[in-house]
C-alpha cells in the first residue's frame, strides 16, 4: 500500500529562559514514530523574517515530512492533540513573560501555498487571516487561542528547499545538564572547521569564538552547519568522540534555509546623495537614489566592514547593497560594494613640505615658509588611495554579526550582479 505522505510544523513553543522548540519538537517526532508506523523523510528548520516582533529566541519554526500508512491519518492528529495538551502543561509551568508563548501545531495530508513561506521570511504577516487560509487548505490547525505560532508553523510545511538550502545537526543535552556550563572546548571548534570541510560558521575567526553553541539555557548543546547531510553527521560523531566536549544525550540533522538569502529579493544599486550620518553608538546612515527613489541605508556599528565603508562615502559614489528593508522604510544593509567612486578632497596644496595657509579674505594661500602665494584650491586623490577597500569588492560583517538567514560571501551570491 501507498504510504500517506504528510507535513507537520511547530513554532513559538519557548521562552527565553526555558525550553527549546528544536526540542519540542524532537520530542513529538519520537512520540509519534512510538505509537504509529512512521517514516521520517526530512526534518526542517525555517528561519523567519527577522523584523518580526514576536520572534521566537532563534526566530525559527521546525517542520517534518512523514510518511504513515494510510489508515493512520486520525491516529496522528490523536497523537498530536496529546502531545500538544501535554506541552500546554508544561508551558504552564514556565516564568511570566512579556510576550506570552503562542504555540501552533499544524498537520497537512496535501500540498499548501508556497506564499506562505515567503511571505513568512520577507514581511509581517497577520495570523488571523493566515489561520482561516490554513483552515481553508484544509490544515489542521492544533493552538490555544492566541494565534501567533501559526505563520511560523505554516511556513515549515510550505517552505519547498532549493539549491541554496543547507543542513544543521542539532544536538541536545541531558536534562540534568541544562543550566551548567557546556563542555564545549575552542580547539575542538577550531579542529573541527579544518577536519569537515563541508562545515560552515562553526567559529568567527575576527573574534576568535565558538558559534556552535548557544549561549542560553536551553536543552540544545550545540548545531552544526554544513553543505551536506553526511557531512554534519560525521563532525558530530567526531566531537562525540573527544574527551574535551560534552556527550549529547540525542541530536536530529534539519535541511534549513539559513544562509539562503531567502529574505532578500534582490541587490541593488545607486548614487549616493549625501554624506553618512553617524549615532553616538557607531551605527550609521546614508541616502541614495535607486531605480528613480530616494532610500535611506543604515550600517550598525557591528557590521565591522560594511559600516567604515558606509561612512567613507560621499556623495556622487556609484555602489551597489544588499539588505533587509526595516518597517521604517529604511534598508539594513548586510553587504555592500563600491562600484565607482568620485574624487576625494585631500587637502590644500603642499608648498616647503607645509600645507599652504590663508592669506586672508580674498588674498589667496601663503607658503608660510618661503611666501610663495596662490589662488585658493584643494588637490584631490582617488579613492582607492584614502580608503582601504578595493573598488568592486562586495563586504560583510563578521561571522557572528550575520543574520541566520544571509549567505556567505564565500558561498556565492544568489542574483547579484
Not at 500517506?4 to 513529538?28: A, E, N, P, W, Y
Not at 599652504?356 to 588674498?363: L, N, P, V
Not at 607658503?367 to 579613492?383: A, F, I, N, P, Q
Amino acid at each position: 500500500m501507498i504510504p500517506l505522505k504528510c507535513r507537520i510544523g511547530l513554532d513559538d513553543t519557548d521562552h527565553i529562559q526555558v525550553g527549546c522548540t528544536t526540542s519540542s519538537f524532537d520530542h513529538l517526532i519520537l512520540s509519534i514514530c512510538e505509537q504509529i508506523e512512521c517514516q521520517i523523510v526530512e526534518r526542517r528548520l525555517v528561519r523567519l523574517w527577522p523584523f518580526a516582533q514576536r520572534r521566537t529566541r532563534g526566530n525559527g519554526a521546525l517542520g517534518a515530512i512523514l510518511e504513515i500508512p494510510q489508515n493512520s491519518a486520525e491516529k496522528l492528529e490523536q497523537v498530536c492533540n496529546e502531545w500538544f495538551s501535554n506541552l500546554l502543561s508544561e508551558i504552564s509551568t514556565y516564568p511570566i513573560s512579556e510576550i506570552p508563548i503562542s504555540p501552533c501545531l499544524v498537520i497537512s495530508f496535501t500540498p499548501v501555498p508556497k506564499e506562505w513561506y515567503w511571505d513568512a521570511v520577507r514581511k509581517h504577516v497577520d495570523s488571523e487571516t493566515l489561520l482561516d487560509e490554513a483552515i481553508h487548505n484544509g490544515v489542521i490547525v492544533i493552538r490555544p487561542d492566541s494565534t501567533f505560532g501559526v505563520v511560523g508553523a505554516c511556513a515549515a510545511i510550505s517552505w519547498d528547499n532549493n539549491s541554496n538550502s543547507s543542513w544543521e545537526l542539532i544536538s541536545w543535552r541531558d536534562e540534568s545538564m541544562v543550566g551548567t556550563p557546556r563542555k564545549i572546548s575552542l580547539e575542538s571548534v577550531s579542529d573541527l572547521e579544518s577536519k569537515f570541510p563541508d562545515t560552515f560558521l562553526n567559529r568567527d575567526p575576527t573574534k576568535g569564538k565558538s558559534m556552535i553553541a548557544p549561549r542560553t539555557p536551553c536543552p540544545v548543546l550545540y548545531g552544526i552547519r554544513g553543505s551536506s547531510y553526511s557531512g554534519v553527521e560525521e563532525a558530530h560523531h567526531w566531537l562525540q568522540s573527544r574527551n574535551d566536549v560534552e556527550e549529547c544525550h540525542s541530536f536530529a540533522i534539519h535541511r534549513t534555509n539559513q544562509l539562503s538569502d531567502d529574505h532578500i529579493e534582490c541587490s541593488q544599486s545607486g548614487v549616493v546623495t549625501s554624506f553618512p550620518k553617524e549615532t553616538r553608538g557607531g551605527h550609521a546612515f546614508i541616502s541614495v537614489f535607486s531605480a528613480g527613489k530616494a532610500a535611506n541605508l543604515v550600517a550598525f556599528s557591528q557590521g565591522g566592514p560594511v559600516n567604515r565603508l558606509l561612512r567613507s562615502l560621499i556623495p556622487g559614489d556609484r555602489i551597489s547593497w544588499a539588505g533587509l528593508v526595516s518597517p521604517d522604510g529604511s534598508t539594513h544593509l548586510e553587504r555592500i560594494r563600491m562600484d565607482s567612486a568620485t574624487a576625494r578632497i585631500a587637502g590644500r596644496p603642499i608648498c616647503c613640505s607645509t600645507t599652504m595657509r590663508s592669506a586672508g579674505r580674498g588674498q589667496g594661500i601663503r607658503c608660510l615658509s618661503c611666501g610663495r602665494v596662490e589662488s585658493k584650491s584643494w588637490y584631490c586623490t582617488d579613492y582607492e588611495a584614502t580608503i582601504d577597500t578595493p573598488m568592486g569588492e562586495w563586504l560583510e560583517p563578521s561571522p557572528s554579526n550575520r543574520r541566520h538567514l544571509s549567505r556567505p560571501l564565500s558561498h556565492g551570491i544568489p542574483g547579484t550582479n
